[in-house]
Structure formats: C-alpha cells, structure tokens
C-alpha cells in the first residue's frame, strides 16, 4: 500500500508545469513557489512512511497543501500576539509596549536620513550618545548618562570600565538570576571583575563589605533582588550606607537597580520601590536599568552617575559592540520625553497606564468584551470575574493587582482545546487556563484586541 501511495507522489517539475502553477510564478517568487511545492510532496511523503496518510490523494491537494505553506512562508514569523495572560512586561511577548511619540520617533528616522551621528551646529561629526544624555540626566539628576543595548550590556561595561582584574563586593543575598540569561556571577566573569561575595542569603552588614575592602577593591556593587523578595529575619545595607563607606574608601559604588522605576509608584498603591533618582540623590557613582521594564520604552540599558565614570565608559572599547541603533534612540527619548510630567507619563505610557487601570474600568472592559462576543453563546459560556494580574518583567514580583478577566468555557470543546485554538489563531491570542476556563485578562488587552479576540474565538467555534 506505502508503494502505491509513494507512486503516487508527483514530481516537482510535473506540477511546475500546470498553467495554475505557472500564474502562481507571476505573483510570488518562482523560488519560493518551488521551496513550497518540495516541502508539500515532502509533507505527503513522509506522512505515507510514518504511516499518517493512507488514503489517495490528489496533486490538487498536494498544491492545496503547498499554498498553504506559501502563505505561512510568506507572513512575518516574528508577530504581533494579543496578551491576554494580563502581565503586563511579559517578556516573552516583548515587554513594555511603545507610546504613541516613541513609535512615530522609530517610523521617523527609519524613512529619512537623520542626524544620528552628526552635529548640526558645527556641519561636522557628531556623537550618537548626544541626543538623549541631557534628558536623561535631567530627569534622573545625573551628572552624566549613557544607553547601551539592554541592562545586562551596562551592568557588563560598568563593571568592565570601573572593575577589571579586580574585585567587585557584593551581598550573598543580591546574586540573582534573571530569567535564566543575566547571572551576576556569569557578567560579572565576562566583565573580568573578581566577584568577593559578602554576608549571608539572608543578612548582609556594612562591616561585611568594609572587612573585606583591599587595595585591589574596584566597585561595592548593589543588585536590586527585582524578582523575587525575602522575608522574616533579613538585613540588606541601605544604599546611603554603602555610598558613605565607599566615598570614606574612596572606591566607586553602583548600583544595577533592575527595572528603571522613574515614578514613585507608592501613593498608587503599589509597594514601594526605589527609584533612579532617590539612588541619584544618595550618591551612587553609577546606576544601571532597563529601558523596557517599568520605565516602559524599548529594550535597552540607560547607565547614569557620575560625569567621570560615565566618560570613562564611553571611551571603553567594548562600548562600540554594546551601541544602540537609531530606532532605540528614537523610541527611548519619545518615551522619556514624558517624564518630565508624572501625569503625562502615567497617562501616555502603556506600562504604566496598564499598571493603573482601576478596578472599574477593568471590569467595564471586561463586561464590554463579554456583549461583544455574545453572537459565540452558542458554542461557549462567558463569564467576568475577578482575578489578579502581574507587572512581569522581573519588576515588583510581590505586588497582585486585581484585575477582571473575561472566563471562556464550553460544553462542546475542552478549555486546552480552546487555549491552543486561540493560540494557533492568525494573530495569535495568548490565555491562560484556570480552574476548567480559559482566561483573559482584561488588563493587557488593547482597544483594538476586542475585534481580534471575536474572530479568533469563532474560528475556533466553526471547528467544533
Ligand atoms: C532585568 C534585570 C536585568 C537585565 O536587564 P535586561 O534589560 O533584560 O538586560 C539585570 N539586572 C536586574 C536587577 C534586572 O532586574
């Protein structure tokens, strides 16, 4: 049987000859048409040997098949997905989402040439660090500041610029990993600074730092636990603290502080969180965040401290393989730009918005998604409840924000059914599965997620 159906396989240049495929070479690349038409016969013939096709098949379906992987070749692979899961930096769905001036900042010098690297005054040469180093230290009180490509790059040049062969201090309890690729031991290895750590997981004195200072000390180095908090008997060094002994020292103090929080976030409810210009104030040489955590802009890394260290920093040589493009520039001052007025920041940048919505508003969203899928009653039961949703991205792993969440279930199509349906939707729709439902948190969806979510859910309701 296998042999009669190997047989039946027709061959690449066979199909290539029909008129229809002929037409297809026209529109698509003829390259393309004839990667797809391989992969198909391909499909069939190893369907026919592991046994999963059985059946005669037709070279209609053999092209019918091959269309539909033209069509997959052709779409982006990297897309665009709604979040449903109501985290809001979820970092696998790229973090923070981009504020309306960081987009058309990016759309801007993507289209038209720009002055990346040109100074318009004197028509000479010019710094790509330039455009953005004055904002950033007037919104955060720096002396000096730098971007590179993301947090791990500038914990890696800071430590590189103020610690090479030689020895970082640094707490026990602040050795953290964040999500798997940013160990402080492993940067700390490829910064070439010799990690000296102190004190205990749970407790960590001045006098462990101050015991252990020698003359080849390079930095007293203070990680932000971002993700993850202990509790009962602990004891961290307050940074004020830090920043005497090391100025009594004479030795340089930073801080890698996580996620760039620039709102004092506290009178919204949240827990408490320091933020870069508190560190500032106290007097850290350096201090080190993301770009696409809670500052909400796009992936990178803002270093900002002292005007010395930070001109050292810009001269180390690995600077040149850590820069950032213009698109980052672009979206990263669009974004900041806000942060002159709290209020405007809160209202035009998404991550924070997100973070802010109220309990009502959320559940008047959630309502509104629930009558706008009301014409799906007949395969699926909806529901709003309450649920609690996550910042994400690392950033305060210990606040729950209650939030409202639409809850899908049926008696026709298991909840994992419906979950992976969504999923394999044309713009994917991300859930989470919960006690027998399938969720969707109000919190990340956008205004124009309703319409998606509609589709998507009656595509998966036309298959039952
Ligand atoms: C997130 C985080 C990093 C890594 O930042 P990226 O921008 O993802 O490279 C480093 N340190 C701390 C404390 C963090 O929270």
């Known amino acids: 049987m296998n042999k009669e159906l190997l047989r039946m396989l027709p061959k690449v240049d066979e199909l290539l000859s029909l008129k229809k495929v002929n037409d297809l070479c026209e529109k698509e690349s003829r390259n393309l048409v004839v990667e797809s038409i391989r992969d198909s016969i391909d499909f069939y013939r190893k369907g026919i040997l592991q046994g999963k096709i059985q059946k005669s098949f037709t070279d209609e379906e053999v092209l019918k098949k091959a269309s539909e992987i033209l069509k997959r070749k052709n779409m982006p692979h990297l897309k665009r997905v709604v979040n449903g899961a109501g985290i809001v930096i979820h970092t696998n769905l790229g973090r923070s989402l981009l504020c309306e001036d960081a987009v058309e900042g990016i759309l801007n010098v993507a289209k038209h040439y720009n002055n990346l690297e040109y100074n318009l005054e004197k028509g000479s040469r010019g710094s790509r660090y330039s455009h953005i180093e004055e904002l950033i230290k007037e919104i955060t009180g720096a002396e000096g500041a730098l971007v590179v490509n ?38 700390m290895r490829f910064s070439k600074a010799n990690l000296v750590e102190v004190g205990t997981t749970n407790r960590t004195h001045l006098y462990d730092y101050e015991n252990n200072i020698t003359e080849n000390t390079g930095v007293l180095l203070k990680v932000h636990t971002s993700n993850f908090k202990i509790y009962g008997f602990t004891e961290e060094v307050p940074l004020e603290e830090l920043v005497k002994l090391g100025s009594e ?33 106290k007097g850290v040489d350096v201090v080190t965040f993301s770009g696409d955590k809670m500052l909400g802009g796009p992936q990178a890394g803002v270093i900002a401290g002292k005007k010395e260290i930070i001109e050292r920093m810009k001269k180390n040589q690995i600077t040149r393989a850590l820069r950032v493009d213009k698109f980052t520039l672009a979206a990263l001052e669009g974004t900041l730009r806000h ?3 709290e209020i405007d920041a809160i209202k035009k940048i998404p991550t924070l918005n997100m973070m802010l919505l109220s309990e009502e508003e959320l559940k008047k969203r959630a309502q509104r998604l629930k009558r706008k899928l009301s014409p799906l009653k007949e395969n699926f039961k909806f529901n709003v409840g309450e649920i609690s949703s996550m910042v ?22 298991s909840e994992k059914d419906i979950e992976e349906g969504l999923r394999a939707y044309e713009i994917p729709i991300i859930t989470r599965v919960y006690n027998g439902e399938v969720l969707i948190d109000l919190r990340t969806i956008q205004e124009d997620d309703y319409e998606i979510i509609l589709n998507g859910l009656k595509e998966v309701g036309d298959k039952i």
């Open 249 to 281: 020292k004479g030795i340089p103090v930073m801080e890698d502080i996580g996620s760039g929080v620039l709102v004092d976030l506290s009178k919204y409810g949240f827990p408490y969180e320091p933020t870069v210009q508190e560190s500032i104030k």
């Open 150 to 187: 993301n947090n791990a790059a500038a914990v890696m040049l800071a430590l590189n610029t103020l610690c090479e062969d030689k020895e970082a201090i640094v707490s026990r309890g602040q050795l953290v990993e964040i999500g798997g690729s940013f160990r402080i031991p492993e940067v």
């Open 339 to 341: 942060y002159r007025d």
């Open 392 to 413: 994400g991205g690392g950033s305060m792993p210990t606040a729950e924000m209650k939030s409202y969440a639409i809850k899908i279930k049926s008696d026709k199509i």
